[in-house]
């Protein structure tokens, strides 16, 4: 054997063992229709002066970046008709939680504010205004104790919103000096200029700090700001202050949605379907190498332990990409096998040619690769080419397929030309078999 076959031999079984390595080490992402999961249908709340094309886009987005962070895996989220949305997320057993995160508008505001009277809850609109203006509101500063209810509820008079969530430049997940969880927040430049204003005019007073025009906390104002840095407080846990900050950082919902349906899609389904894909893909396999044994005979042996290669290398790729297998997926794969056995069947039939020339084993299969490489780059670039528009033009699942498709077949490719090629010539210098 020539050393560069040597070369390729040895880095195969390397590759075999590290796929065997990352099977057994990396759990695969598993779909909703496997695994099971949350399914929410939403409506955005449109207003008749609005466009209503950039309003959904715009909440499809921002509904997007709030889940890519929340690191759910191969989530569905697509539009249905003109103003629903359809959002799957796979093993998401808390649909609370979800929709919470997902459909809250999450508009962050800073208000310029005062502290009101205790008796304010008896303040007209009309004796509002005359207090602090035509934009002034009546809010509350609720405090809560460690179990979450209600301590205490502080009148607080709103005035003019001076800053926006749209003003901000980053937020992270911090502590105050108390060591309770809170978000630390800095601001792009037009914000900090605007934050600075805020606090020089407010000294002495409160900045009331508003989520979705709830009141979460209003410190006072000692000194003016000028840093683009600030911190919010509140009774917050630890996953509401990493919900708040991944809102903030995807932005606010351009309008407010309401949620029409949500379901918890239950693990049986999955489980059923895991076992019966199993089933049949077992089935499958076993039934194409017996025909590929009983066609080629030893031929057939060294087509059956690529395909088993095949196999290996497919499933590794799909976890090392962090590829989510779903049904279509699965077909996916099994589709891609017969292509594998099908570039298999075009190898032995031109080597079978080459012989039937006089050439010895050697040389026919040399030529019969050579021959038969063409045909089979073509078929599979196609098929390939295919690939790539089902992902490009499709959602959800017809993507997961366009993806275990085009590993499927880039891996296919790579087992026929090198693996295949390597295991006959291995039948050939040790004098296995002496023709196909």
């Not at 979800?98 to 008796?119: M, N, Q, R, Y």
């Not at 926006?164 to 502590?175: F, H």
Request: charged share 20%; hydrophobic share 50%; aromatic share 6%.
């Amino acid at each position: 054997m020539k050393l560069s076959k040597k070369i390729t031999l040895m880095s195969i079984i390397l590759l075999v063992a590290a796929s065997i390595v990352v099977l057994i080490k990396i759990p695969i992402n598993l779909g909703l229709d496997l695994q099971g999961g949350s399914r929410l249908i939403l409506e955005a709340q449109i207003k008749k002066n609005m466009n209503i094309e950039d309003a959904v886009a715009g909440t499809l987005g921002v509904i997007r970046s709030r889940i890519d962070s929340l690191g759910v895996a191969e989530p569905i989220i697509q539009r249905k008709g003109i103003k629903q949305i359809i959002v799957e997320l796979p093993g998401v057993k808390e649909p609370k939680r979800a929709i919470k995160l997902i459909g809250e508008t999450a508009l962050l505001e800073f208000v310029e504010a005062e502290w009101a009277p205790a008796d304010a809850r008896i303040l007209t609109k009309e004796k509002l205004e005359i207090l602090a203006g035509k934009e002034a509101r009546l809010g509350y500063v609720v405090s809560k104790d460690k179990d979450g209810n209600v301590v205490s509820e502080r009148p607080i008079i709103l005035k003019r919103t001076a800053l926006t969530g749209a003003d901000l430049k980053g937020a992270s997940p911090g502590t105050d000096s108390y060591g309770r969880p809170s978000v630390s927040i800095e601001f792009n430049a037009q914000g900090t200029k605007k934050f600075r204003d805020v606090t020089a005019k407010s000294v002495g007073k409160p900045i009331a700090i508003l989520l979705d025009g709830k009141v979460i906390s209003a410190p006072n104002v000692e000194e003016s700001i000028s840093g683009g840095q600030a911190q919010i407080t509140g009774n917050f846990t630890a996953y509401e202050v990493r919900d708040l900050v991944i809102k903030l950082k995807a932005g606010a919902l351009p309008v407010p949605v309401k949620v029409i349906s949500n379901k918890i899609i239950g693990p049986t389904l999955g489980k059923d379907s895991i076992e019966k894909s199993k089933k049949a893909g077992l089935i499958g396999f076993v039934l194409v190498c017996l025909f590929m044994i009983y066609f080629y005979k030893k031929p057939g042996i060294v087509a059956s332990i690529a395909l088993i290669i095949y196999m290996l290398f497919s499933l590794a790729v799909l976890k090392i990409f962090n590829a989510t297998l779903t049904l279509p997926g699965i077909a996916g794969l099994i589709l891609t096998l017969g292509i594998a056995v099908d570039a298999n069947v075009i190898i032995f039939e031109r080597i079978k040619e080459e012989e039937a020339r006089g050439d010895t084993l050697k040389s026919s299969i040399d030529k019969g690769f050579k021959i038969a490489f063409r045909t089979i780059l073509d078929a599979n670039v196609t098929t390939l080419m295919s690939a790539i528009v089902l992902f490009w033009l499709g959602t959800g699942t017809i993507k997961g397929f366009a993806v275990t498709l085009s590993i499927g077949i880039l891996v296919s490719m790579f087992t026929a030309i090198f693996v295949t090629h390597v295991l006959l010539d291995l039948v050939s210098d040790f004098k296995i078999s002496k023709k196909i």
